[in-house]
């Protein structure tokens, strides 16, 4: 114990979960996107564009984290915002 009473630090690597669930995810990306390297074609609005299949999973689950976290940002505001009409 230091002269405080509190135990020392540890020194090294400190491990999170956090961490360790990042690099798993990471891991699982790489493995699908390895396994899915075959094109698929994309249709909208009168254009096609092709692209790999890997390429289509990963931007949908980005585009969808995203718009989750924008709706849930508007709700808490939404939700916080103190109602006038009950004054």
Do not use: D, Y
Not at 25 to 31: E, G, M, Q, S
Not at 34 to 53: C, D, E, I, K, M
């Amino acid at each position: 114990m230091n002269e405080i009473g509190n135990p020392p630090k540890k020194s090294g690597l400190r491990v999170s979960w956090r961490g360790v669930t990042l690099l798993l995810v990471a891991v699982i990306l790489l493995v699908f996107a390895v396994q899915n390297l075959q094109s698929a074609a994309v249709n909208f609005l009168g254009a096609t564009v092709q692209l790999p299949v890997w390429t289509l999973v990963v931007g949908s689950f980005v585009l969808g984290m995203f718009l989750g976290g924008a709706v849930r940002g508007v709700v808490r505001k939404l939700r916080n915002k103190p109602n006038s009409r009950h004054s």
